[in-house]
Each structure stands twice: as C-alpha cells, then as structure tokens.
C-alpha cells in the first residue's frame, strides 16, 4: 500500500461545478499536511495547508479526518483556470523526517 | 525577490558524464530539498537539507550526492550518470522542515 494515495482521476467537470478530491495516508503520526496545485510542466505551487479544524480559502476548502487519516479538497465554482493536478503532501518526523507527496489528481474544467 | 531559482532548466546527458544541478534561495530559508518527479509516481525526496550544514538522505538517494554551500545554495551531482535518472529535478526550500515548501520551476534531465 502506498503512503500516501489519491485517485489519479482524470476528473472532468463542467465550469460552475463543485468537485472533491480525497487523500489517504497510512502513517498516523503524520502532522503535517498541505495540497498543491501543478500545472503541466510547471512546479508545484502551494494552494493550501490544511489544518486540524478545517479551513477555507475563497472557493476551496481543505478538511483533515485523522481518525479515518485522510484529508480532503473542495473546490467550489470551479473555474477554466482551476484545471490543474492537485497533489496532496503528508509529512510526518517519527524516526526521520519525513514527506511524502502523492501521485496527484488531474482536474479538467470545461466550458 | 526570485524565490527558488534553478540552472540548468534542460539537460542531456550520456550515460557515465557527471553533472551538477545548482538551486539557490532568496528567502531565506533554513530547510532546502532535492526531488525528482517521474510520470505516475508523484515527487519522491532524494535529499534534503534541514539547515545549513547539515543534510540527510530521503527517499531515493542512490546515485547522488548533495552539499549545501551555505543558506542559499543546495547542489545535487549526478557522478555518473545513468538512464533511470532521467526524470524531473525540482529544488524546493522552506523556513523550517514543519513548514510549506516553495518549489523552483524545475531541471528536465534526459540520460541517453
């Protein structure tokens, strides 16, 4: 089992739609945990981090489940500009640091 | 203000040539870091570096070697380079190991 997993997706939505993505992690010391958000070819920019109570910014929203260990991203109204893969990270320092990034979904927002 | 800058952004290697990819920050940051991204796999950490002076091994260290020659700079060298490392290099630094990373726009090495 990866440390870290997502679905790969691709996902395809409409503009204007709400969208959801999930991420797994198995290492339940992990305390750290961001998404971001990678354009093709580009680097991996940070869209946000993700906190125990969950936070909001703008149209998206970030939840973290640690007892199911697994944190989410939703996006509301979504935007042309908003297709991109959305890779979400888990870092934990037991033993080591340590981060993990996942695979990434792939978002596709049509006209 | 750069953020995180890399050179080369291309490169093409023969199998067996060494080579060094140079990463600098302008923010200063403590916490540098060296991935390689391939098609599927997500970034995986080669090395990292969690202040100047020190760096530690990541995920997939094998066949390469890093220095941090100060707070700014972190190398990665390649000292023979072979086909599996063809990949993405992408550099990426932060205030400290706990906090958010800021990526450089990334090396596109080919061995053949």
């Known amino acids: 089992r990866k440390e870290v997993e997502q679905d790969p997706g691709p996902f395809n939505v409409p503009e204007g739609a709400t969208v959801a993505f999930n991420c797994t992690y198995s290492?339940?010391?992990?305390?750290?945990f961001f998404w971001y958000r990678q354009d093709c070819r580009k680097e991996p920019k940070l869209l946000m981090s993700?906190?125990?109570s969950g936070n909001e910014d703008g149209r998206f929203t970030a939840q973290l489940n640690r007892a199911s260990q697994y944190i989410s991203l939703l996006i509301r109204d979504s935007k042309l500009s908003d297709s991109a893969t959305y890779l979400c990270v888990v870092r934990a320092n037991t033993g080591g640091f340590k981060t993990i990034f996942g695979a990434g979904t792939r978002l596709f927002v049509k006209a | 203000n750069a953020g995180v800058t890399q050179t080369p952004k291309f490169q093409v290697l023969k199998t067996g040539q060494s080579m060094t990819l140079q990463c600098a920050q302008d923010m200063n940051h403590n916490s540098m870091y060296w991935y390689r991204q391939d098609p599927g796999m997500g970034l995986r950490l080669i090395y990292y570096?969690?202040?100047?002076?020190?760096?530690d091994k990541g995920e997939v260290p094998n066949g390469y070697n890093v220095s941090r020659l100060n707070k700014r700079e972190f190398s990665l060298r390649l000292e023979s380079a072979a086909p599996s490392q063809t990949s993405v290099y992408f550099c990426?630094?932060?205030?400290?190991?706990?906090?958010?990373?800021?990526f450089g726009p990334g090396t596109r090495l080919t061995v053949t």
């Open positions: 990426a630094s932060s205030l400290t190991l706990s906090d958010e990373q800021y």
């Open positions: 570096s969690a202040s100047e002076g020190t760096t």
């Open positions: 993700v906190y125990s």
């Open positions: 290492n339940s010391a992990s305390q750290s």
